[in-house]
């Protein structure tokens, strides 16, 4: 099942689904604003040597770029015979604007039986906020988790409530183009609004679900987990490195290859609640075990007794021997593949306005 996707989405969320669908090999036509394009070709430096930011190629392989005016008939015209072919169309357009610009999205369902509609917004389809990851961590219980426990609130180091809309986004897609090749679809299902609010709330997950059961607030574990002991960084004689103990097996396993025997035969530590409460003790032994030896040795003995850790790395040390590439980005992260390099600016324009979707023929 090939898909053709026509991307009017911008900025990240948007178009981290359509490169997620383009990566498992939709064919992608991205249509952007005359002049300027997606906001993300200038959110820089960064910039390569062709003047592309950083922030814009990573997120925009795989796709085509026509300019297009949406206000102008001769345009519009354009755009809406990409839509007749398409089989999905993605869009974060603000509630009401397109319907104002001539593409309703609701009539052209109507008019399209097989064609799926999703739009990415940041709070729902009747809300006129501006969805940017930044408030949408804020407002939906991130930040307020995020951070030292006697710090101020923080947000995550990555956009992620607009990488997680963007993957929502592709799977509720997916779905939708799934039923759609056993049968006709009403285009109520058709019609997917997902939101980054939404998103957000539902990756709370094991912490909203504390919340739900305990009747207490959850609150700002810095680099501990709130369910878990051991289960933090710790730093060791060179360089900070974590470990992640999840099971009664692993702590015993975890404390005898740091060699605190005592600990390891501790009854009121053989169960993680008993560890949990008394976390103050354990982590304190553990600190300064660690602190005797570079992290290397302990991440050797605790691999080597199946105990979950690991270095905290830099972004380029991740990067170093990774299939990473500083045009086309972090290799895909689902079965796919990279076919093209992020297009230049309308780039593509003249042969999809003569061609349509058999450009990519």
């Not at 799977?171 to 997902?194: D, H």
């Not at 987990?225 to 289960?231: E, I, M, R, S």
């Not at 976390?279 to 003995?301: F, T």
Request: glycine letters at 10%.
């Amino acid at each position: 099942m090939k898909l053709n996707v026509l991307d009017l989405s911008r900025v990240l969320a948007g178009p981290v689904c359509s490169m997620i669908l383009g990566d498992m090999g939709a064919d992608v036509i991205k249509v952007e604003r005359p002049g300027e394009g997606d906001e993300t070709r200038g959110w820089g430096p960064p910039f390569d040597a062709d003047g592309q930011s950083a922030y814009f190629l990573a997120i925009n392989r795989n796709k085509k770029s026509i300019a297009a005016d949406l206000s102008s008939v001769r345009d519009r015209a354009v755009v809406l015979d990409l839509i007749s072919g398409a089989d999905v169309v993605l869009d974060n357009f603000l509630s009401g604007a397109l319907e104002r610009l001539g593409l309703d999205p609701e009539e052209l369902l109507e008019k399209n039986p097989d064609l799926i509609w999703c739009t990415i917004s940041g709070f729902g389809p009747d809300s006129k906020r501006p969805g940017y990851d930044f408030v949408v961590q804020a407002e939906c219980g991130w930040m307020a988790i995020t951070g030292e426990r006697d710090g101020s609130p923080m947000k995550v180091g990555v956009a992620l409530a607009d990488v997680i809309a963007g993957k929502d986004a592709a799977i509720a897609i997916l779905g939708v183009a799934l039923e759609r090749a056993t049968g006709p679809v009403p285009a109520e299902k058709r019609r997917i609004n997902i939101s980054l609010a939404d998103s957000a709330r539902a990756s709370l997950v094991n912490v909203a679900q504390n919340v739900l059961v305990s009747g207490k607030d959850a609150k700002r574990w810095g680099n501990s987990h709130p369910n878990l002991v051991p289960y933090q960084l710790f730093d060791a004689a060179d360089r900070p490195f974590v470990i992640a103990v999840g099971s009664d097996v692993q702590w015993r396993a975890c404390a005898n290859a740091l060699g605190l025997h005592d600990l390891a035969d501790d009854d009121a530590l053989r169960t993680n609640a008993g560890r949990v409460k008394n976390r103050d003790r354990i982590v304190w032994a553990l600190g300064r075990r660690v602190s005797e030896m570079n992290a290397q040795h302990w991440i050797d003995r605790l691999q080597s007794a199946n105990v979950p850790c690991g270095l905290v790395r830099t972004v380029t040390e991740v990067l170093e021997g990774a299939d990473a590439d500083p045009r086309t980005g972090v290799r895909p992260s689902v079965p796919g593949s990279v076919r093209f390099p992020p297009p230049k600016l309308d780039e593509h324009g003249e042969s999809i306005r003569t061609l349509g979707w058999r450009t990519f023929r």
